[in-house]
């Protein structure tokens, strides 16, 4: 897509919604991360019905081991794979407290070496809890900007990569966010809300029965 565009795009966005935020309800780097660790191929709106009570006792990584492992399981059952993510949040709260001070590390490295943690998280947690302008692709940034030809890639990494490049520095700490929120609210993996759409002249997907 040319570049004149793509600015274009995120001008749209930015106009829409200047400021965009996580949907996920946290209260600080702890309970961010436990919440990104727990939103894996669930909703967002499944992981906050359960944080808001668990993070009123839990929202330390202390706090977290004395909690335990069975009462996070029961805690957090109504969501998907809780089984190892009550697992995962357990031993990473270990790790915070012996080698980090109970403190959630600032360096990408460091997060994805924690359990639960992989690259886009490391990503999201980075952006919204730090304010960071990175890129993290999950199933809506990937379908959306592979969709309207923001990019043209196969796969998660290289769309990351893609989308670092192409996006115009000016919009990087909320691009992630803005597509986020387009690929939940409009650009729908079934039905895409085109005919409504804020980019839809700009957009350069064929499918034209869903254009206005
Ligand atoms: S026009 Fe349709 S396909 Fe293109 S971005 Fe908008 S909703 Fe998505």
Known sequence: MESKKVELIFEKFQESNPIPKIELNYTNHFTLLVAIVLSARTTDVSVNKVAKELFNITDTPEKMLNFGQNELKKRISSIGLYNSKARNIIALSKILI????????????????????????????????????????????????????????????????????????????????????????????????????????LCEFECKRYKV
């Open 98 to 201: 012996n080698r980090y001070n109970g403190k959630v590390p600032t360096d990408f490295d460091d997060l994805v070496s924690l359990p639960g943690v992989g690259r886009k998280s490391a990503n999201v947690f980075l952006n919204s809890g730090l304010g960071i302008p990175t890129l993290a692709v999950d199933t809506h940034v990937f379908r959306v900007s592979n969709r309207i030809g923001l990019v043209k890639e196969k796969d998660v990494f290289k769309t990351e990569q893609s989308l670092l490049n192409v996006v115009p520095k000016k919009y990087l700490l909320y691009a992630h966010h803005w597509l986020v929120l387009h690929g939940r609210y409009a650009c729908k993996a079934q039905k895409p809300s085109c005919e409504t759409c804020i980019i839809h002249d």
